[in-house]
C-alpha cells in the first residue's frame, strides 16, 4: 500500500472521529493539483471538536490573513465536529486501500497516534482507475466501504450522433445515480444496470435524493430514459412457476422492479422469461403472460422486454417462437418487446456469422416476431461453439462468433436508436475493456465483409482468441468423446442385456414347448389306452355275433 507522510500533527485525546475526502475534476482533466477538494469529519459521538480539527481550522485562518485574497473570510462558526479545508492542512500518514468495485480510496489516517476512517475519491490516471466495475460483495472480514459517485476524466469519449446506441451494462453501487456517471466515464450513448440487488428478493426502496439525482444527471449528460437505459431483472424470478406461493413472490419482485424503473423516468426493463421447471410448455408461456398482463395494469408506461435465451434445460426463450407464442397471450401490445443477446441466440442454434446465415436469421425472426417488437440487444461473443445451449459470454471478436458477426450487426439500420448493451468479461473489473469494444463496434460501421481494414481487424481479434478457443473446443471434443464412449458403453451394456434377455426368453420359450410337447405326448399315449378296449368290446360284439349264426346255422340244419 502506497503511503506518504508529513510532519506529526498536534496530540489529542479524542479518537472518535471519522474522516471523509471527496475530490472533484472538471471534466476533460486529469490533473489532480488543480481539483478542489474538501472534507467533511463528523464525529461519531457527541464530543467537543478535536484538538487536530481545531488546529486545522486555526492555520487556515492564518493562512487567510497572509494570503492577501480579496475574497470574504468565513466568519462564522464551524458546526459541531464539521469543518471544510484542503488536505494538506492536516498533518496525516495515509495507508491506501482500494475498495472493490470503486474509484473511492480507502484510508487509514494516522494522528498523534490515532487511526481514523478516511475515504476518499481520487483524480489519477484513468487508464488505472475505474469508477466501478460490477457489483460483487465485500472482501471477506473486511467492512464494505459505501460507493461513491465520482466525477473523473472519462477513458474514452462518447460519440456523438452515431445511430447505434452503444453501451454496457454497469454498475450502480453505492447509489443508483452511480450508474450514469459510469456510463460517461466508458463513453456509452446507452447502458444496462440493476435496479436492486439481483441476489436478494427484497431492497430497501430508494431514498428521494438518490431519484432526484439519477433524474438530473440523466439530465445532464444527454440521455433519453426513456428509449437508452435497459435495466436488467433479478435471475431470482421465474414468471413461469407454477407454485401458487413461488409464483407470487416472483411476481412481486418483478412488479417491484418495474416500479422502480417508472420512478426512475425508465421506459424499458429486460427480463429472462423464466424456465417449464418440468411442466407442460404451453401452460408455462400462458403464465408469463398473465404475469405480464397484470403488471401491466400495476405500471404506467414501462415496456417489458422479453431476452431471447440459450436453451439450456427447461429455459423458455431458446426459440423465436416461445417469445412470440408469449407476446401473442400480452393483451397490451405496446407494452411488450423483445431483447436479442447475440450470445444466446448464437447457442441456441441461431448462426450470425456469415452475411448469408446473418441475413436468414434475422428474416426468421422478422417472420416469426416482427421487428415492431425488436426493443434492445445484448451484445456479447460466445465461449461455447454454435449450438452448445451454453450461456458464456466472451468478450467481443474473440470467441466462436468472432467480429464478422458483430459487423453484420453494426450494419443492421433496424438496429438504429435502441440499446445495444454489452455484457462482456471485465478481467479484473476492468471497464477500460468495455471502453475499447465500444469504440471498436463503432469502428464496424460501414465497414464491407472484404475491406481489407475490416479483414485485419478480424484478424487480429481472432488470433487474440485462438488459444482459449483451442482449448474449449479441446474439452468440448473430449468431452463428446467421453460423452460418446459413455453412450457406447451404455448401448453395449443395453444390447448386453437384451441379448439376456432374449436368451433367457428363448430358454423360457423352449422349456415352455418341452412342456407343452411333453403334455401332448402324455395325452396321446392316454388316447391310445382308451381306444384299444372299444376296439376289444368291437371284436367281441363279432365274434359274439358270428357264434350266433353258426349256432342258429346248426339249429336250422
Given at each position: 500500500?502506497?503511503?506518504?507522510?508529513?510532519?506529526?500533527?498536534?496530540?489529542?485525546?479524542?479518537?472518535s472521529d471519522s474522516i471523509a475526502f471527496s475530490?472533484?475534476?472538471?471534466?476533460?482533466?486529469?490533473?489532480?493539483?488543480?481539483?478542489?477538494?474538501?472534507?467533511?469529519?463528523?464525529?461519531?459521538?457527541?464530543?467537543?471538536?478535536?484538538?487536530?480539527?481545531?488546529?486545522?481550522?486555526?492555520?487556515?485562518?492564518?493562512?487567510?490573513?497572509?494570503?492577501?485574497?480579496?475574497?470574504?473570510?468565513?466568519?462564522?462558526?464551524?458546526?459541531?465536529?464539521?469543518?471544510?479545508?484542503?488536505?494538506?492542512?492536516?498533518?496525516?500518514?495515509?495507508?491506501?486501500?482500494?475498495?472493490?468495485?470503486?474509484?473511492?480510496?480507502?484510508?487509514?489516517?494516522?494522528?498523534?497516534?490515532?487511526?481514523?476512517?478516511?475515504?476518499?475519491?481520487?483524480?489519477?490516471?484513468?487508464?488505472?482507475?475505474?469508477?466501478?466495475?460490477?457489483?460483487?460483495?465485500?472482501?471477506?472480514?473486511?467492512?464494505?466501504?459505501?460507493?461513491?459517485?465520482?466525477?473523473?476524466?472519462?477513458?474514452?469519449?462518447?460519440?456523438?450522433?452515431?445511430?447505434?446506441?452503444?453501451?454496457?451494462?454497469?454498475?450502480?453501487?453505492?447509489?443508483?445515480?452511480?450508474?450514469?456517471?459510469?456510463?460517461?466515464?466508458?463513453?456509452?450513448?446507452?447502458?444496462?444496470?440493476?435496479?436492486?440487488?439481483?441476489?436478494?428478493?427484497?431492497?430497501?426502496?430508494?431514498?428521494?435524493?438518490?431519484?432526484?439525482?439519477?433524474?438530473?444527471?440523466?439530465?445532464?449528460?444527454?440521455?433519453?430514459?426513456?428509449?437508452?437505459?435497459?435495466?436488467?431483472?433479478?435471475?431470482?424470478?421465474?414468471?413461469?412457476?407454477?407454485?401458487?406461493?413461488?409464483?407470487?413472490?416472483?411476481?412481486?419482485?418483478?412488479?417491484?422492479?418495474?416500479?422502480?424503473?417508472?420512478?426512475?423516468?425508465?421506459?424499458?426493463?429486460?427480463?429472462?422469461?423464466?424456465?417449464?421447471?418440468?411442466?407442460?410448455?404451453?401452460?408455462?408461456?400462458?403464465?408469463?403472460?398473465?404475469?405480464?398482463?397484470?403488471?401491466?395494469?400495476?405500471?404506467?408506461?414501462?415496456?417489458?422486454?422479453?431476452?431471447?435465451?440459450?436453451?439450456?434445460?427447461?429455459?423458455?426463450?431458446?426459440?423465436?417462437?416461445?417469445?412470440?407464442?408469449?407476446?401473442?397471450?400480452?393483451?397490451?401490445?405496446?407494452?411488450?418487446?423483445?431483447?436479442?443477446?447475440?450470445?444466446?441466440?448464437?447457442?441456441?442454434?441461431?448462426?450470425?456469422?456469415?452475411?448469408?446465415?446473418?441475413?436468414?436469421?434475422?428474416?426468421?425472426?422478422?417472420?416469426?416476431?416482427?421487428?415492431?417488437?425488436?426493443?434492445?440487444?445484448?451484445?456479447?461473443?460466445?465461449?461455447?461453439?454454435?449450438?452448445?445451449?451454453?450461456?458464456?459470454?466472451?468478450?467481443?471478436?474473440?470467441?466462436?462468433?468472432?467480429?464478422?458477426?458483430?459487423?453484420?450487426?453494426?450494419?443492421?439500420?433496424?438496429?438504429?436508436?435502441?440499446?445495444?448493451?454489452?455484457?462482456?468479461?471485465?478481467?479484473?473489473?476492468?471497464?477500460?475493456?468495455?471502453?475499447?469494444?465500444?469504440?471498436?463496434?463503432?469502428?464496424?460501421?460501414?465497414?464491407?465483409?472484404?475491406?481489407?481494414?475490416?479483414?485485419?481487424?478480424?484478424?487480429?481479434?481472432?488470433?487474440?482468441?485462438?488459444?482459449?478457443?483451442?482449448?474449449?473446443?479441446?474439452?468440448?471434443?473430449?468431452?463428446?468423446?467421453?460423452?460418446?464412449?459413455?453412450?457406447?458403453?451404455?448401448?453395449?451394456?443395453?444390447?448386453?442385456?437384451?441379448?439376456?434377455?432374449?436368451?433367457?426368453?428363448?430358454?423360457?420359450?423352449?422349456?415352455?414347448?418341452?412342456?407343452?410337447?411333453?403334455?401332448?405326448?402324455?395325452?396321446?399315449?392316454?388316447?391310445?389306452?382308451?381306444?384299444?378296449?372299444?376296439?376289444?368290446?368291437?371284436?367281441?360284439?363279432?365274434?359274439?355275433?358270428s357264434c350266433g349264426t353258426d349256432h342258429g346255422?346248426?339249429?336250422?340244419?
Amino acid at each position: 500500500m502506497a503511503k506518504r507522510s508529513r510532519r506529526p500533527p498536534p496530540s489529542s485525546s479524542d479518537d472518535s472521529d471519522s474522516i471523509a475526502f471527496s475530490q472533484d475534476v472538471e471534466p476533460g482533466h486529469d490533473d489532480t493539483s488543480q481539483a478542489s477538494t474538501q472534507l467533511s469529519t463528523q464525529a461519531s459521538r457527541r464530543k467537543p471538536r478535536s484538538a487536530a480539527i481545531a488546529s486545522a481550522a486555526k492555520r487556515r485562518a492564518a493562512q487567510d490573513d497572509d494570503s492577501g485574497s480579496d475574497e470574504p473570510k468565513d466568519t462564522k462558526k464551524p458546526r459541531r465536529g464539521t469543518v471544510t479545508a484542503k488536505p494538506d492542512e492536516f498533518d496525516i500518514d495515509f495507508e491506501e486501500e482500494e475498495v472493490v468495485a470503486t474509484a473511492t480510496v480507502r484510508k487509514v489516517a494516522k494522528a498523534g497516534g490515532r487511526k481514523l476512517e478516511v475515504e476518499t475519491s481520487v483524480a489519477v490516471s484513468t487508464t488505472a482507475v475505474e469508477i466501478h466495475g460490477k457489483d460483487a460483495p465485500p472482501a471477506k472480514g473486511k467492512r464494505k466501504a459505501k460507493a461513491k459517485a465520482t466525477s473523473m476524466t472519462p477513458i474514452a469519449k462518447r460519440t456523438a450522433g452515431c445511430a447505434f446506441k452503444l453501451g454496457a451494462h454497469v454498475a450502480a453501487a453505492g447509489g443508483v445515480e452511480n450508474a450514469v456517471t459510469n456510463a460517461v466515464h466508458i463513453g456509452a450513448n446507452a447502458f444496462a444496470l440493476f435496479l436492486k440487488s439481483q441476489r436478494k428478493w427484497e431492497s430497501p426502496p430508494y431514498k428521494t435524493a438518490n431519484v432526484d439525482a439519477f433524474r438530473r444527471l440523466t439530465k445532464e449528460m444527454g440521455y433519453d430514459s426513456r428509449k437508452h437505459m435497459l435495466p436488467h431483472g433479478s435471475y431470482l424470478v421465474n414468471l413461469a412457476q407454477p407454485d401458487k406461493e413461488k409464483a407470487a413472490k416472483a411476481y412481486a419482485g418483478f412488479v417491484d422492479d418495474l416500479k422502480r424503473a417508472e420512478a426512475l423516468d425508465i421506459g424499458l426493463f429486460n427480463f429472462h422469461p423464466g424456465s417449464t421447471l418440468d411442466h407442460p410448455r404451453h401452460e408455462a408461456i400462458g403464465r408469463i403472460a398473465a404475469a405480464l398482463n397484470k403488471a401491466h395494469k400495476e405500471t404506467k408506461f414501462v415496456k417489458t422486454v422479453l431476452e431471447t435465451m440459450a436453451g439450456q434445460g427447461n429455459v423458455i426463450g431458446n426459440k423465436f417462437e416461445d417469445l412470440r407464442d408469449i407476446i401473442a397471450l400480452v393483451k397490451d401490445k405496446s407494452r411488450v418487446g423483445v431483447c436479442i443477446d447475440t450470445c444466446h441466440s448464437f447457442s441456441a442454434g441461431y448462426d450470425l456469422r456469415s452475411p448469408e446465415t446473418y441475413r436468414a436469421v434475422m428474416k426468421e425472426f422478422d417472420d416469426v416476431i416482427g421487428f415492431k417488437y425488436l426493443s434492445a440487444l445484448h451484445l456479447n461473443d460466445s465461449k461455447a461453439p454454435f449450438k452448445s445451449h451454453r450461456d458464456l459470454h466472451q468478450n467481443i471478436g474473440l470467441g466462436f462468433l468472432g467480429l464478422s458477426a458483430f459487423r453484420n450487426v453494426m450494419n443492421t439500420p433496424e438496429f438504429h436508436d435502441i440499446p445495444m448493451v454489452l455484457e462482456t468479461p471485465l478481467p479484473g473489473d476492468d471497464v477500460s475493456v468495455w471502453a475499447a469494444e465500444v469504440k471498436l463496434l463503432e469502428r464496424l460501421v460501414g465497414l464491407a465483409p472484404d475491406d481489407p481494414e475490416f479483414l485485419a481487424l478480424e484478424k487480429e481479434y481472432a488470433d487474440k482468441g485462438a488459444a482459449e478457443r483451442t482449448a474449449v473446443m479441446s474439452k468440448v471434443e473430449k468431452k463428446a468423446g467421453e460423452k460418446e464412449a459413455k453412450e457406447e458403453k451404455k448401448r453395449v451394456k443395453e444390447e448386453m442385456k437384451a441379448a439376456k434377455e432374449k436368451e433367457k426368453e428363448e430358454k423360457k420359450a423352449a422349456k415352455e414347448r418341452a412342456k407343452l410337447e411333453k403334455t401332448k405326448g402324455v395325452r396321446k399315449g392316454a388316447g391310445r389306452r382308451k381306444a384299444a378296449p372299444k376296439k376289444d368290446e368291437s371284436a367281441s360284439e363279432s365274434e359274439e355275433s358270428s357264434c350266433g349264426t353258426d349256432h342258429g346255422d346248426t339249429d336250422d340244419d
